[in-house]
């Protein structure tokens, strides 16, 4: 049986991980960046780090623009992570960008 999870995460400058896959896997049912500014519009990068292929990554969206008070959602959705993957994100400001992770685990 799944079990449902959710991750988040505010963004900094540098990549981090959000979520990382238990030894049974997941899959990603849905990824939400939300720009939280005010103001100003800001980049965001969104990957997975494939732990079986040595940790490769690759880029799901990359400096995304996302406008003030808007969000984007990341397509991912049946993205299967294989146990100790991960998705990791940053945005071109710290601090104003968080980002939502939804997946089933098992």
């Known amino acids: 049986m799944s079990t449902p999870k959710n991750a988040r995460a505010a963004l900094g400058t540098a990549a981090a991980d959000v979520y990382t896959a238990p030894a049974g896997g997941a899959k990603v049912t849905m990824m939400q960046v939300a720009n939280i500014d005010g103001t100003n519009p800001v980049a965001v990068t969104v990957q997975w780090t494939d732990s ?52 089933l685990e098992g």
Do not use: M, N
């Not at 003030?68 to 049946?78: P, T, Y």
């Not at 400001?93 to 992770?101: L, Q, S, Y």
């Open 52 to 103: 079986s292929a040595g940790g490769t990554v690759t880029r799901l969206c990359y400096q995304a623009d996302v406008a003030a008070k808007d969000s984007l959602s990341v397509q991912a959705g049946g993205l299967i992570l294989e146990s100790g993957d991960k998705i990791q994100a940053l945005a071109s400001a710290a601090g104003d960008a968080e980002i939502t992770v939804c997946v």
